[in-house]
């Protein structure tokens, strides 16, 4: 008998994401996010002292990477 994963509720209204949160949606680790964050690959905003991702900065990475890893044609 296996163990059922916690199901994890996404808020599709959500402006602004924590960089967890991001990480989440691109299904990708905190570090791994952070160092997107850091190179400017993602978008990122200081909110006071935290750190938000733009909700539409999480699609238009993915949309990035898609772009990159087109076969060429």
Known sequence: MSAALPEVTV???L???KVEEAAR???IGRTLCYRYIRTGELESVPVGRLRRVPADAVIEFAAQLRRA???AA
């Open 11 to 13: 808020d599709t209204t």
């Open 15 to 17: 402006v602004l994401l």
């Open 25 to 27: 949606r691109l299904q």
């Open 69 to 71: 890893h087109r076969p």
